[in-house]
């Protein structure tokens, strides 16, 4: 088992910040709150380090602590009250979209990634551990403690959901023209 000093820790913070920080973004879906996270994880694999028994690599070790910390933030009061503002904030700052045919392009791209982000939590994740960070489902199962047939199930489910989702809105934009 290795310790980890302050030089050590400056390259592991450096070589897995950015994946830490993406990972956490998608959990939870706010920049400032997933650099937060990102930070916490890393103060406390600084100090219990040595429960790290090296039984899988590092970066799995740490996105597991970071999963762990997004499920955390977000069943936590502080995260129902940044939802609540937010979307508070959108509605009084909302502006008319614009009919210029490259904004439209851009949001037809955002589309299937904000319906992603529209899946409760537990389909959210396997859609993005599967096709964003490319695990296979052993490892998505490895990663949050559950099976590979809860994981293929919940999978399946999400792709369902999605594909409702996608049709829906492409109903919903032939309904105005």
């Given at each position: 088992m290795e310790q980890y000093d302050a030089q050590n820790m400056k390259e592991i913070m450096h070589t897995y910040g950015d994946y830490m920080l993406r990972l956490s973004y998608l959990y939870v879906k706010d920049w400032v709150t997933a650099e937060d996270i990102v930070q916490d994880v890393f103060i406390k694999f600084f100090e219990t380090q040595h429960q790290f028994e090296e039984r899988a690599t590092l970066k799995t070790y740490l996105a597991k602590i970071t999963i762990n910390r997004c499920h955390d933030y977000l069943r936590s009061w502080k995260s129902r009250r940044q939802l609540i503002s937010n979307y508070l904030l959108k509605q009084i700052h909302?502006?008319?979209?614009?009919i210029d045919s490259?904004?439209?392009q851009r949001l037809e791209k955002l589309d299937i990634a904000k319906n992603v982000l529209q899946l409760s939590v537990k389909y959210r994740e396997v859609i993005i551990l599967f096709y964003y960070e490319e695990l296979t489902t052993a490892a998505i199962g490895e990663?949050?403690?559950?099976?590979?047939n809860t994981i293929k199930t919940r999978l399946r489910r999400?792709?369902?959901?999605?594909?409702?989702?996608l049709v829906e809105a492409e109903w919903e934009v032939l309904r105005h023209e």
């Open positions: 909302a502006e008319k979209p614009s490259e904004m439209l990663l949050l403690n559950l099976s590979e999400a792709r369902e959901m999605l594909k409702l989702r």
